[in-house]
């Protein structure tokens, strides 16, 4: 019982930081000027010097309406991380990832 245990807790220590990772979101804009929010391993490779957390400031004078619709654009890739097949989310999708309503549109 004792190996079972350590087994366990090892397999659990190795787990754990692919776990966190899941959720982590980085923005990243391609050659149309489009900007992106995904996780690290979904990047082309062309863009991954480019692409930086999607928590990093925008640049200085990006309107708020923008700033809103980014942040928006973020939490819902996050959540993507934990869909399940036919549209559900996975509990620990609440505890990772902040939920926020949609934005009203930029005039």
């Known amino acids: 019982m004792r190996r079972f245990t350590r087994s366990a807790l090892v397999l659990a220590a190795t787990l754990a ?10 923005r990243w804009v391609d050659r149309d ?6 996780q690290a391993v979904d990047i082309p490779e062309r863009y991954r010097a480019s692409a930086v957390p ?5 640049p200085p004078g990006t309107p708020a309406c923008e700033v809103a619709w980014h942040r928006y654009a973020a939490s819902q890739a996050c959540f993507d991380a934990y ?24 005039r």
Not at 19 to 25: F, G, L, N, T
Not at 33 to 38: I, Q
Request: glycine share 8%; proline share 16%.
């Open 17 to 26: 930081p692919l776990c966190a990772a899941a959720a982590e979101i980085w």
């Open 33 to 38: 000027g489009y900007t992106h929010y995904t």
């Open 54 to 58: 999607a928590a990093a400031p925008l």
């Open 83 to 106: 869909r399940v097949v036919g549209g559900g989310l996975k509990p620990e999708a609440f505890q990772r990832c902040q939920e926020l309503p949609e934005p009203p549109p930029c």
